[in-house]
């Protein structure tokens, strides 16, 4: 199951949708991995540290995509908001996008 539904989201990143998923992925990475962790578990030191949750798991995508834009812009207990750091709400709905495919 996982390895048809790995290719069929590389495929679908090939076929136009890739550039604005691969900035997603950048800022993700520059900004955010450090906490959320690369794989999006949290498990990194300063993620372990602030508690953040699982995003693999359904319980840790428990909230909406709102609320998650607004986290990002606004920032969440011990994360701070990005919007300060030149983050848009777009790039904040393409981060969050980006966030839900750590669950698959
Ligand atoms: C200093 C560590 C840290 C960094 C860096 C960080 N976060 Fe967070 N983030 C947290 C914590 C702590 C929370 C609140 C607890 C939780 O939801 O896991 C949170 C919450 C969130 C939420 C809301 C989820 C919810 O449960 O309400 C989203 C979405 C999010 N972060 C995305 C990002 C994105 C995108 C970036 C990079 C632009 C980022 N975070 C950078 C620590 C961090």
New binding site residues.
């Given amino acids: 199951m996982k390895p048809i539904l790995l290719s069929t989201i590389a495929a679908a990143m090939m076929l136009g949708s890739g550039a604005v998923h691969a900035a997603a992925a950048a ?2 990475a520059k ?2 991995a ?3 962790g690369k794989d999006g578990k ?1 498990q990194t030191t ?2 372990k540290k ?4 699982d995003y693999t798991t359904a319980e ?1 995508q ?2 909406s995509d709102a ?3 607004k ?2 812009l606004e920032g ?5 908001g ?1 919007k300060e750091k030149g ?1 848009t709400e777009a790039d ?1 709905k393409e ?2 996008a ?2 839900r495919k750590f669950k698959s």
């Fill in positions: 800022l993700y900004n955010c450090s906490c959320h949290g300063m993620g602030s508690k953040v949750k840790g428990k909230w609320d998650g834009v986290a990002i969440s207990g011990k994360m701070k990005y983050i904040a981060l969050a980006y966030i």
